[in-house]
């Protein structure tokens, strides 16, 4: 199994991003994904997670200018950024739980200047 991300960028603060993570190889069935980030200097966090019956969790920080949807067709998740600032510059990272087992993709960097 393989989680490709992409959609990182520069944005300015304010502005808006998604970010899109497709989840191939042999899945059998999708439990959860969703993201987590990495600020400069500070640990990995969650920041989104939805689950395959379509439930979703969000970091308090993120809660109400960040969206997780997922793709069930496609295998894929994405997570809509709007209202973006400064703090959310990070490192993204894809997270899969897939049948059973934990998966990561390579980290996306978001950078939002003030």
């Known amino acids: 199994v393989q989680l490709q991300a992409s959609g990182g960028g520069l944005v300015q603060a304010g502005g808006s991003l998604r970010l899109s993570c497709l989840a191939s190889?042999?899945?059998?069935?999708?439990?959860?994904l969703g993201w987590y980030r990495q600020p400069p200097g500070k640990q990995r966090e969650p920041v989104a997670l939805?689950?395959?019956?379509?439930?979703?969790n969000y970091a308090d920080s993120v809660e109400g200018r960040f969206t997780i949807s997922m793709d069930n067709a496609k295998n894929t998740v994405y997570l809509q950024m709007n209202s973006l600032e400064p703090e959310d510059t990070a490192v993204y990272y894809c997270y899969g739980m897939i049948s059973g087992a934990t998966y990561w993709g390579q980290g996306t960097q978001v950078t939002v200047s003030s």
């Open positions: 939805v689950s395959n019956l379509g439930s979703t």
């Open positions: 190889g042999s899945i059998g069935m999708i439990n959860m």
